[in-house]
C-alpha cells in the first residue's frame, strides 16, 4: 500500500539535511516525468498506399474467405482421386476333430472399379470450374475490400481537415470577439444585439465542430475493423483531397468488363461446372463395372489343386431409371445461365451509371475549384478590410466567415464524392484506379 506524503511534516522536520532533500527532489522529478511519458499518446501517421497494405495483411474478413479457396482446392484433389480396389481373402477353419479330413479351401479376389464414360473426367471439371470460381470470388472480394478501405481513408481524411479547417475559424472568430470587445467598451443595444448573435453563431460553430469529431469516432471505430485490430498508436491518415487521375472512356470500359469483372468471371466458372455437373450426373446414370481376378487353393482327399480366376461384376444399376437428380442438375444449370445473363447486365448497368456520376461531380469539382471558393474568399477578405476601416459590422465579419466555412465544407464534400466516384468507377469496371502517391 502506498502511503500519502505529509509535505509539511517532512519540510518542517528539523532533521532533514541536503542529502535526503536532494534525494526528495529527485524521486519528484523522475515521477513526474514517468506520468507525462505514459501520458504521451504516439501518434502513426499513415499514407493511403501504407493504410491499404495493411488491411490487405490483417482484415480478418479477408482472411476467412482465403479458406474458401483452401477448400475448393482441397475439393479437387479429392475429385481425382480413383475408386479403391477390394481384396477378399476367403479360408473355412474347422476347429472340431471329426472334421480333420475335410477338405480346406484358401481364396484371394480382388476387385477392381473401372469408372466408364467419363464420370471422374467430368467430376474433375466440376471440382476444377468450382475452384476457378472460387478464385474469382476471391478476387471480387479483394475488389470490394479495397473500396471500403478507400471510402473509410477519404471520409477519415476529408473528416481531419474539415475539423482542422473549422477550428482554425473558430480561432479567427474568437480573435475578432476579443478586438471588437477592447474596441467598443461602452456597448450600445444594437451592440449587444449583435454580440448575443454572434453569441449564437459561435456555440453553433462549435457544435458543428463537436458533430465532426462524433463523426470521426465512429469512422475511426470502422478503421479498426478495416485493420482487423485496434493499433496501440493512435492513427493520423496523412494525404491530399485533391487527386487527378486519367480514367479510360467507358466505351473502352464496356469492352474489358467482361475480363475484368471477378464477378462476372466468377459468373462464367460457375456456368462451366454445372455443365460439368450435368454430364456427370448423366454418366452417373450409366453403372461402372468391376475387374476380378484371384486365386484359390484346394485339397481334396487325394489330389489338392490351384487356380486362377477373372472375371467380370456388372452392377445392375436400377437406380439410373430414375432421372431426379439429372433433372436437377439440368434445372442447376438453367439457373447459372440466367444469372451470367443477370449479373452481366446489372454489370453494364453498374458501370454507366458510375460512369455519368463520376462524369458530373468531375465538372462540380471544377466549378468550385475554380470559382466558388476563390470567390467567398474574396468575399471575407473585402468584408475583413470594410470592418477594419470601420465600414462593416462585426456580424457581417461573422456571416462571411460563415459563408467561407460553408464553402469549405461543401469544397471537402465535392474532393471526397468525386474521390468516391473514381472507387465506384473501379467496382464497377473491374480494374483499380485509385492511386495517391
Do not use: C
Not at 18 to 26: A, E, H, Q, V
Not at 287 to 299: A, D, R, T
Not at 356 to 372: G, M, V
Not at 400 to 419: M, W
Amino acid at each position: 500500500m502506498v502511503k500519502n506524503l505529509n509535505f509539511k511534516s517532512i519540510f518542517s522536520d528539523s532533521t532533514l539535511n541536503g542529502r535526503t532533500l536532494f534525494f526528495f527532489l529527485l524521486f519528484l522529478s523522475a515521477s513526474s516525468a514517468s506520468i507525462s511519458q505514459a501520458n504521451e499518446i504516439k501518434v502513426q501517421e499513415l499514407t493511403f498506399n501504407e493504410y491499404l497494405q495493411q488491411v490487405l495483411l490483417h482484415n480478418l474478413s479477408f482472411i476467412r474467405e482465403k479458406y474458401e479457396v483452401s477448400a475448393t482446392e482441397a475439393s479437387l484433389l479429392a475429385a481425382k482421386v480413383y475408386e479403391n480396389p477390394e481384396l477378399e481373402m476367403l479360408s473355412p477353419q474347422f476347429m472340431r476333430e471329426e472334421f480333420s479330413n475335410f477338405p480346406a479351401n484358401i481364396e484371394y479376389e480382388l476387385q477392381i472399379p473401372i469408372v466408364l464414360f467419363g464420370k471422374r473426367r467430368y467430376r474433375i471439371e466440376q471440382a476444377r470450374a468450382e475452384k476457378l470460381a472460387a478464385n474469382a470470388n476471391l478476387e471480387d472480394f479483394l475488389l470490394r475490400l479495397r473500396a471500403d478501405a478507400a471510402r473509410n481513408f477519404i471520409e477519415v481524411l476529408k473528416n481531419q481537415l474539415l475539423i482542422e479547417k473549422m477550428e482554425s475559424i473558430l480561432e479567427q472568430w474568437n480573435s475578432l470577439i476579443q478586438v471588437n470587445t477592447d474596441r467598443n467598451q461602452n456597448i450600445n443595444r444594437r451592440s449587444k444585439i449583435d454580440s448575443l448573435q454572434i453569441r449564437i453563431e459561435t456555440r453553433t460553430f462549435k457544435a458543428g465542430i463537436l458533430d465532426l469529431k462524433i463523426r470521426f469516432t465512429e469512422l475511426k471505430a470502422n478503421t479498426y475493423l478495416l485493420l482487423g485490430g485496434i493499433p496501440k498508436d493512435s492513427l493520423v491518415f496523412d494525404g491530399d483531397l485533391m487527386i487527378n487521375l486519367q480514367i479510360p472512356h467507358i466505351d473502352s470500359l464496356l469492352k474489358k468488363l467482361s475480363e475484368n469483372r471477378p464477378d462476372l468471371i466468377s459468373a462464367s466458372y460457375k456456368l462451366n461446372a454445372a455443365e460439368a455437373g450435368v454430364q456427370k450426373a448423366q454418366a452417373n446414370r450409366l453403372p461402372n463395372i468391376n475387374l476380378i481376378v484371384g486365386y484359390e487353393y484346394g485339397s481334396e482327399f487325394r489330389q489338392p489343386f490351384n487356380a486362377f480366376l477373372a472375371g467380370v461384376a456388372l452392377p445392375l444399376k436400377f437406380s439410373g431409371l430414375n432421372s431426379g437428380k439429372y433433372k436437377v442438375s439440368l434445372n442447376r444449370l438453367e439457373q447459372a445461365k440466367l444469372s451470367v445473363d443477370i449479373e452481366s447486365l446489372e454489370a453494364e448497368t453498374e458501370l454507366r451509371k458510375s460512369w455519368e456520376k463520376y462524369r458530373l461531380i468531375k465538372q462540380k469539382r471544377t466549378l468550385f475549384a475554380e470559382s466558388i471558393l476563390e470567390d467567398a474568399q474574396n468575399a471575407r477578405s473585402m468584408t475583413m478590410q470594410k470592418y477594419k476601416e470601420g465600414q462593416a459590422s462585426l456580424l457581417s465579419v461573422f456571416e462571411s466567415e460563415r459563408t467561407l466555412s460553408e464553402i469549405f465544407r461543401r469544397y471537402y464534400d465535392t474532393l471526397s464524392s468525386y474521390a468516391h466516384s473514381i472507387i465506384d468507377l473501379s467496382e464497377a469496371s473491374g480494374t483499380w484506379f485509385v492511386e495517391w502517391d
